[in-house]
């Protein structure tokens, strides 16, 4: 029997290596899950509770992959509710291809059920590549594109089947004019620039006494390129949040993040170096880098759009990070004065004292940062880390130390909550030996991440290991929003949007199958982490923390400080436990 428009989908999808594809059902994609049903030996369809978390899935995918992540939803509003996951992989340069269903194309036009304009809906987040299958012979040279283009462009695509397609008898493109005969194969290009640049960067680099590595999710794939250069040059490194893993911990000149919930060290690095030389970050936050004028730049970049607009760069190099730097290391001179690299190494020791002592401090019930110091320490170097965005974003990125060989990220630019537990998901099944832990806080559990537990326990059986815990900051506070309210906006705690109920997770774990276990006292802690790894099943640890921790930059600003007291004396509810433990932070600041 010939295939369906439906069936040859799945089967070129498989030609390309794609393996597996997130989704839920609707009766506007039910020739393609005919089809799906018909290639389950080449495909598995992973059924998701949501299409935005399909999305995520997809997109968490590409990440901790590097292959092309595959969404699937139905017309209407299934197609509607995956372009926040979509977006974030836009936003985070991921390939990924976004298949949706349709009405049948002669009611089109016709304010028919569920008739979404999709091609309009769609032609931002996917602008690169949106089309729609109005014939049988379209949809090979549509599959291929999509596929193609996401993965040269890392960008997302979108390809619109009306139900009625999905059912024809799949027809090869005829040999004739007007007609596409597209093939499937992507051979990532070596891109370099000219030597011309390159010694223009390295007689920048060359000159520079203190010079600054940036380093973003741009430069995974030069490890050893950047540990050379940084030892050349006597450089020290910061990270952004996307490039968390990308060079290990326990190297003394790595810095840690930067930004608003990074590093004191990266904090100096930047704003006392001389140089800045940034490779494949997008990091957009201005008053984090050397102001301007203070420092010479040369920017690493593969996309070129990039470069050029986050500092003002003296030399802007097109290439791929580990190739460009490949081709620069034998231009660079070694520096034979260490002192800033000393300087720097001195600042790195000191900050993760200063990390161990603020885990270490008595909190209501329990400090957050206790959680994360205590999780940091039991994880193996083949584990993968997911994040989520509010307050224990502050937390994985300085208190998780990267291990060689760990894989983690977040959602970076779009900073959307709801990633950490389909980013996990997606993680467990292309490496489903390897322990992943997803770190979450309780609004973005209780706002999408619970319903993914029921997927965990729906296929935690198929895994090869079943080591998967999601720590749960459950603090009933929005706490992110809050503390942006008082040091942004000077206003107190807004407590009608900002609390939220207590929710049991550890016992809604056990309910469905999972393991849960509750943190309640600083004791608690590392006993939960213990019986946590050693599990063989998936563990929810619900651990109750304490939302007056304060979530404090690297330098607090005058106008930060201002709001702070500000919100405090117009009546904050939690103003005195605020100062107490705030007083307590601080002063860690100085431990040597």
Aim: proline letters at 5%; charged letters at 20%.
């Amino acid at each position: 029997m010939s295939a369906t428009v439906g069936q040859f989908i799945i089967q070129r999808l498989s030609a390309w290596g794609v393996k597996r594809i997130f989704g839920y059902p609707g009766d506007g994609i039910n020739g393609i899950l005919s089809g799906l049903e018909k290639e389950t030996e080449q495909m598995a369809f992973i059924q998701t509770r949501h299409e935005e978390m399909a999305a995520f899935m997809a997109g968490g995918h590409a990440k901790f992959t590097g292959e092309v992540g595959v969404c699937l939803a139905t017309s209407g509003p299934g197609a509607i509710h995956l372009l926040n996951g979509l977006y974030d992989a836009k936003l985070d340069h991921q390939p990924v291809v976004a298949i949706v269903g349709q009405q049948a194309r002669m009611s089109l036009g016709g304010h028919y059920q569920q008739e979404v304009d999709l091609l309009t809906l769609f032609k931002d987040v996917a602008s690169d590549f949106v089309q729609m299958c109005t014939a049988a012979a379209q949809i090979r040279h549509l599959v291929d594109r999509a596929v193609r283009i996401a993965l040269a462009k890392r960008t997302v695509t979108c390809i619109i089947i009306p139900n009625d397609v999905q059912e024809l008898k799949y027809e090869e493109p005829p040999r004739a004019h007007g007609s596409i005969h597209s093939s499937v194969g992507y051979s990532k290009p070596r891109l370099l620039p000219v030597n011309e640049d390159l010694q223009k960067a390295a007689a920048v680099l060359n000159e520079g006494t203190k010079v600054a590595i940036l380093l973003g999710a741009g430069a995974f794939g030069a490890e050893e390129e950047l540990i050379q250069v940084a030892e050349l040059l006597g450089a020290g490194v910061a990270k952004a949040l996307l490039g968390k893993a990308v060079l290990p911990d326990d190297l003394p000149f790595v810095t840690g993040s930067i930004g608003l919930l990074g590093s004191k060290p990266s904090w100096d690095l930047m704003t006392e170096c001389d140089t800045l030389l940034m490779v494949g970050s997008s990091f957009p936050y201005s008053e984090f880098l050397p102001k301007e004028g203070k420092a010479r730049g040369v920017q690493i970049d593969i996309d070129a759009t990039m470069l050029g607009i986050r500092y003002p760069m003296e030399v802007h190099l097109q290439g791929d990070s580990k190739e460009t730097l490949r081709a620069l290391i034998p231009l660079l001179q070694h520096k034979e004065d260490r002192s800033w690299r000393q300087q720097i190494e001195a600042g790195v020791a000191d900050w993760w004292k200063v990390l161990e002592a603020r885990a270490m401090t008595e909190a209501n019930p329990v400090n957050p940062q206790l959680v994360f110091w205590q999780l940091s320490k039991h994880l193996a170097a083949n584990s993968i880390i997911t994040g989520d965005s509010g307050s224990t974003a502050f937390w994985y990125a300085r208190d998780i130390k990267i291990k060689r060989g760990m894989k983690a990220s977040i959602s970076g630019t779009l900073a959307t909550m709801c990633t950490a537990v389909p980013y996990a998901i997606a993680a467990k099944f292309a490496y489903p030996d390897r322990p992943v832990i997803a770190t979450v806080g309780d609004g973005a559990m209780q706002m999408l991440g619970m319903n993914e537990l029921v997927t965990i326990a729906k296929y935690y059986p198929q895994w090869k290991s079943p080591q998967l815990i999601i720590v749960v900051a459950n603090n009933q506070d929005l706490n992110m929003v809050s503390w942006e309210q008082r040091a942004l906006a000077a206003e107190p705690k807004f407590e009608t949007s900002q609390n939220i109920p207590n929710f049991p997770f550890a016992e809604f774990a056990k309910l469905i199958g999972l393991e849960g276990i509750r943190i309640d006292t600083p004791e608690d802690v590392e006993p939960a982490m213990i019986r946590a790894f050693a599990a063989n099943k998936p563990v929810v640890i619900d651990a109750h923390t304490d939302p007056n921790v304060p979530i404090l930059p690297p330098h607090v600003s005058v106008s930060q400080a201002k709001g702070f007291f500000t919100a405090l004396f117009k009546g904050d509810a939690d103003a005195g436990d605020l100062v107490k433990q705030t007083w307590k932070e601080v002063r860690h600041n100085y431990v040597s």
